[in-house]
């Protein structure tokens, strides 16, 4: 909780800031594409927290992403008839195919996540590559009500971005209120403690990745919506940025502990920051760097925090005997 | 086998199980007989099978052979859950606790009480936790993580655990061992209850005071193999250790008499805060120095900070009166000190790497050529070593990883002794050994302290630390409470220090 209070501290501090340099950062056209920005970063980050959560990590989302949005383009170019439940549908499948695959190989081969997902990020961009042979779909070839779904707004709100509150607040009633959930902090936590008291890991890992997955296809769905105008190159590199938002966002890397809430915060913070460097005028160099420092600042902080916790701790021991 | 008071059924059985991990072979022939409304002691030295045996009724190991049978049915656990759900629970030597959940998660973890749509109904397990307490009559927050919980603390979550499910076979191994006197006996409360209420207790313990008081019969394992099982009444502790052991203690540990020389190691006030404070010893050369304590006395701890892999906050270390730079394991092995680590498998060796690799790791600089480190130089220099130690391998260029656990152990000690150290320092040398290259390790560690090197062995296994021993240093909770001479250390002497009930010891 203290630190999703952190940042959400860090996200106000830096709202008020640019728009105190810059009253116009507030108004409705910037809210709404400062929401939009956020919305497929969040979506991933959710995926990624709990995989991360679980002490692995899914490399291959923006490859899975990619592969969902190209396919979105061409299943509306196939049949411009299809229904957008369908469409997502189809989307969210796709990235769950990919989600299994991945989950597989780690069950199946027991190799680590981050070795199996560097490969498929490789595999699934090669195979979306080779499917789009340098095809780009624009959005002109997209139906309108698709194209109306990614700038529509519900009560000032992007239809888009209610799509990543949904899947944020699923996510996070499901990880703090069931069985499997709690199961996938408890593997992180201590894997082999895990397997002792029967919880079938590799199930549950399998599980996480699969959830990844489909939320990649998700956000390859929205991606498309979004933008419109597609080629095989969308998400390219934004699997760091994923990573980057879950651990600013307070999920430690080694697993067991944070919140899907942290992590969509991490990812608000993170896009906020894109958009509000160029306000600021600020070289966009340094939108890397503050990036960078944010992350070492959000390890630092964890490390601090353990350390704290464990000497709080110990003290309070040391004097109750 | 004579009638039970209790008239218990049988509820659940081993007979002529086995198990082995690679090469080693780890159960033999393990039998076991558990009855409704009984205590029973299973004892046998370290590596006798007993924790294999515990895992087997866990469900986390299946047995290669042999049958398991349960209210008379021959069964078979695929896994943990398996096992769970046929009413057993186990307390494990090491508590197996998840640091960043709460305390109530641990002990709910996988079967916590659910409401509406499966979900979990945190008011009734957080209250269930606090009722379980109770019952233990431990004072703990419900809602704190179990990050920082001592070990005892620990101790008491996984027992509360076992509770929580009421639980038809209860297996506990050693989960007296970092437990206080006021403690054990509420543990043996709340044991004797749940043998009234029809449960069968499987109680692992090295302590014999406790075994004859709790227990109504005891199973003695050696080497992997079933030897005997009694009723309480038919026997008492010399029998039971004889059956252990199963030979003279004198024949296992070839102690030389060597006379103790200069001062080669000499420990100043070593503090790090929360896990060892106030440590001084010395160890002079031609001595072997045991070490002695329960598991989580910070033992390893120390030896790992005078060989400088770990850090301290205050205090220093002198080799032959020069003093040791704190951190620098470099600085400690060219000062003449060698450690054999406890765990040679994360620690001792590169498992991947050949055996002469391996051997000859520590002087990879002086063996190299012009910076060149040719095979034959590693060869040669390896054979000798692997040689003097009877090191049982196919070819030297083997990996490590194929050799056996004793074997294994022989290229650690050839690997440190080829730097002809001053200060030998080995921590559980023949853990998970068998019992014919034990012996050879030994002989060996009394060759080299006769040879004058100063020798540190910790030790968990009292039969060695007592036959080895020219000296033993007794820890308790982080501190050095008691230091006992040959003459005088006996299993009930250190015993009784190792868990803080001598005249230093705290309540």
Redesign the interface.
């Known amino acids: 909780m203290v630190r999703e209070l952190g940042i959400g501290l860090a996200l106000v501090l830096l709202v008020a800031v640019t728009t105190i340099y810059n009253p116009r950062f507030l108004n409705a056209q910037s809210r709404k594409d400062l929401m939009l920005g956020a919305t497929i970063l969040v979506v991933l980050a959710v995926g990624q927290a709990i995989v991360v959560i679980t002490r692995n990590v899914d490399l291959s989302v923006g490859s899975v992403l990619g592969l969902s949005a190209f396919a979105t383009g061409k299943l509306f170019l196939a049949m411009s008839e299809t229904p957008i439940v369908l469409a997502v549908l189809a989307g969210v499948g796709l990235g769950l195919l990919c989600g299994i695959v991945n989950g597989a190989l780690i069950a199946v081969a027991r190799v680590p996540a981050l070795v199996v997902t560097l490969g498929t990020l490789y595999v699934f961009r090669g195979v979306d590559y080779s499917w789009a042979a340098g095809q780009q779909i624009n959005a002109a070839d997209m139906p309108s009500g698709f194209k109306r779904m990614g700038t529509a707004t519900l009560l000032g709100i992007p239809v888009l971005a209610l799509f990543a509150i949904a899947v944020l607040v699923f996510a996070g009633y499901y990880l703090r209120n069931y069985r499997s959930g709690r199961e996938m902090y408890a593997i992180g936590s201590d894997p082999e403690a895990a397997r002792l008291s029967g919880i079938p890991v590799g199930w549950r890992v399998f599980t996480a990745m699969a959830i990844s997955g489909a939320l990649a296809g998700l956000a390859g769905v929205l991606h498309a919506a979004r933008f419109g105008t597609l080629d095989a190159a969308a998400g390219n590199g934004i699997e760091l940025q994923v990573v980057a938002a879950v651990v600013v966002g307070g999920v430690a890397i080694f697993g067991g502990s944070g919140s899907v809430y942290g992590a969509a915060l991490g990812a608000l913070l993170l896009s906020t920051i894109g958009s509000a460097l160029p306000v600021l005028r600020i070289d966009p160099f340094w939108q890397q760097a503050v990036v960078g420092a944010l992350i070492l600042a959000a390890i630092g902080l964890d490390r601090a925090l353990t350390a704290r916790i464990a000497d709080r701790l110990r003290g309070r021991r040391a004097r109750g005997a | 086998m004579p009638e039970q008071p209790s008239n218990g059924a049988t509820l659940l059985a081993l007979s002529g199980v086995s198990k082995s991990f690679g090469a080693v072979r780890a159960l033999v022939d393990g039998q076991l007989e558990l009855r409704a409304g009984e205590v029973h002691a299973l004892v046998g030295e370290n590596g006798a099978g007993k924790s294999t045996l515990v895992k087997i009724l ?3 190991h299946s047995p290669d052979g042999g049958v398991l049978t349960l209210d008379g049915e021959p069964s078979t656990f695929t ?6 759900g046929a009413g057993i629970a ?1 307390i ?1 030597q090491e508590p ?6 709460s305390v109530t ?1 641990n002990i709910f ?2 079967r ?1 009480p ?1 409401r509406g749509l ?3 109904d945190a008011a009734s397990m957080r209250r269930r936790t606090a009722e379980l307490f109770a019952r233990l009559g431990v004072h703990l927050d419900p809602d ?2 179990a ?4 070990i005892a ?1 620990q101790q008491l979550v996984e027992i509360a655990k076992a509770l929580s499910f009421d639980a038809r076979v209860l297996v506990m191994d050693e989960p007296t061992a970092a437990l206080s006197g006021v403690e054990v006996e509420r543990l043996f409360a709340v044991v004797r209850s749940l043998r009234e209420s029809g449960a069968a207790i499987l109680f692992i313990s090295h302590r014999f005071d406790e075994v004859f008081a709790l227990c109504q019969r005891i199973t003695v394992m050696r080497d992997g193999r079933w030897v005997s099982t009694d009723r309480v009444e038919d026997l008492d502790v010399g029998q039971v250790v004889r059956r252990m052991v199963g030979r003279e203690i004198s024949q296992l540990y070839p102690k030389q008499q060597t006379q103790a020389g200069d001062v080669a190691l000499e420990v100043r006030d070593l503090t790090r805060q ?1 896990v060892f404070e106030n440590v001084s010893f010395t160890l002079r050369r031609g001595e072997i120095v045991a070490l002695a304590g329960l598991v989580g006395a910070g033992r390893s701890e120390v030896v790992r900070a005078v060989f400088g892999v770990d850090r301290y906050d205050s205090g220093e270390i002198l080799v032959d009166g020069v003093r040791l730079p704190r951190g620098k394991p470099a600085a400690a092995i060219s000062a003449g000190v060698a450690l054999v680590p406890e765990d040679r498998r994360q620690q001792g060796l590169v498992m991947e790497l050949s055996i002469e690799r391996n051997a000859t790791l520590p002087r990879r600089w002086s063996l190299a050529r012009l910076g060149l480190l040719g095979p034959r130089v590693e060869r040669e220099d390896a054979f000798g070593w692997t040689q003097r130690l009877q090191v049982k391998a196919g070819a030297l260029s083997d990996p490590v990883s194929t050799l056996s656990g004793g074997n294994q152990q022989k290229v650690v000690l050839a690997k440190w002794l080829s730097t002809s150290p001053k200060v030998l320092i080995v921590d559980e040398p023949t853990r998970g050994i068998d019992v014919g290259t034990k012996a050879e390790v030994h002989r060996l560690m009394s060759q080299l302290a006769a040879d004058g090197v100063a020798v540190l062995m910790v030790s968990s296994e009292l039969p060695e630390v007592l036959g080895m021993a020219d000296r033993v240093l007794v820890m308790h909770e982080g501190r050095l409470v008691e230091e006992i001479a040959r003459e005088r250390a006996d299993e009930e002497s250190v015993m009784l220090a190792a868990t803080g009930q001598s005249s230093g010891g ?1 309540a």
């Open positions: 866990a469900g986390v896994g943990p859950a398996d096992a769970r186990v494990y197996t606790l998840f640091p960043d959940l998660e973890m996988g916590q659910l499966r979900r979990i704190r993580p990050r920082g919980l001592s603390d929360g705290a």
